[in-house]
């Protein structure tokens, strides 16, 4: 059975931060990419290990946890990163990607989301 990226960036978190709550997903569809691609993905993470972390801090441990899927081809990364009180503080809910502002692969002058 092949490992797709999303089941590799779940492991890897699950075993790093033994989060309380954990959704990733691929929003490749909604990007300038080939159907069936695997290089955007959204994560919510909710894990006692960001306790005393600021925001940016937290963004950096989740993108030192998943580094190699970067290099393997994992072009963006949206992350929303909490501890336990503030998931349940915002009730639970999950979050929006920003939409993309990249162009069309057809229009080679654009940017690529």
Same mark, same amino acid.
């Given at each position: 059975? #092949?490992?797709? /990226?999303? =089941? %590799? +960036?779940? $492991?890897?978190?699950?075993? !790093?931060?033994?989060?309380?709550?954990?959704?990733?997903? &691929?929003? %490749? *569809?909604?990007? $300038?990419?080939?159907?069936?691609?695997? #290089?955007?993905?959204?994560?919510?993470?909710? %894990?006692? !290990?960001? *306790?005393?972390?600021?925001?940016?801090? *937290?963004?950096? /441990?989740? &993108?030192? +946890?998943?580094?190699?899927?970067? /290099?393997?081809?994992?072009? !963006?990364?949206? +992350?929303?990163?909490?501890?336990? =009180?503030?998931?349940? /503080?915002?009730?639970?809910?999950?979050?929006?990607?920003?939409?993309?502002? @990249?162009? $069309?692969?057809?229009?080679?002058?654009?940017?690529? @989301?």
């Amino acid at each position: 059975m #092949t490992t797709t /990226r999303k =089941d %590799s +960036i779940q $492991s890897k978190l699950l075993h !790093a931060l033994a989060p309380v709550h954990l959704d990733v997903e &691929n929003e %490749s *569809r909604m990007h $300038s990419v080939p159907v069936g691609s695997e #290089t955007h993905f959204k994560v919510l993470v909710v %894990s006692e !290990a960001f *306790r005393g972390l600021s925001p940016v801090e *937290r963004h950096r /441990r989740v &993108n030192e +946890i998943v580094r190699e899927e970067f /290099r393997a081809g994992l072009h !963006a990364l949206t +992350i929303r990163a909490m501890t336990p =009180d503030e998931w349940e /503080r915002q009730g639970g809910a999950g979050f929006q990607s920003p939409a993309c502002l @990249g162009g $069309s692969k057809a229009d080679p002058g654009a940017k690529s @989301g």
